[in-house]
């Protein structure tokens, strides 16, 4: 199984990324960050989201390896034109520039991984809870 709570970028790193992804129980962890691209896995619990969120430089991709979400996409905060129940095994594409939320409709956690191009998160973030990801002065609300 994957060490869950280390970044191993910049090196070479091979992982089951299903298995990492399932077994990870923490909001977020940044398991790969490089000069171009960083992964990480999410758990959100039921009830929860990921928040209303923009990247302006960068692209992100999400992959749902279980659980029932609700995903949200748009031009603006309130103008979410892309509107859309997920679940096991589906793909969101999130082009730069996007909000975006993604909000647990289910009875248990959402668990995905996020591919960042480029890098998104200061290398070896992590965050226990969504609070912890709200409160840190490195991210951006």
Known sequence: MADLRIDHGPNPY???IEEATKAND?????LWTGQ????????IPAG????????DDHDQFLRLESGKGH???????????VDQIVEDDYAVFIPAGK??????EGN???KLYSIYA????VAGTHHATKADADNDPNEQH
């Open 118 to 121: 480029a890098p998104d998160h």
């Open 71 to 81: 995903i949200m996409i748009g031009e603006s905060e309130d103008d979410l034109d």
């Open 26 to 30: 923490a909001f977020r962890d940044t």
């Open 48 to 55: 929860g989201e990921i928040g209303a969120e923009v990247h």
């Open 99 to 104: 909000w975006h939320n993604l909000v647990n």
């Open 108 to 110: 248990e956690p959402v």
């Open 14 to 16: 091979v992982l089951d």
């Open 36 to 43: 171009f691209l960083q992964m990480t896995v999410m758990s």
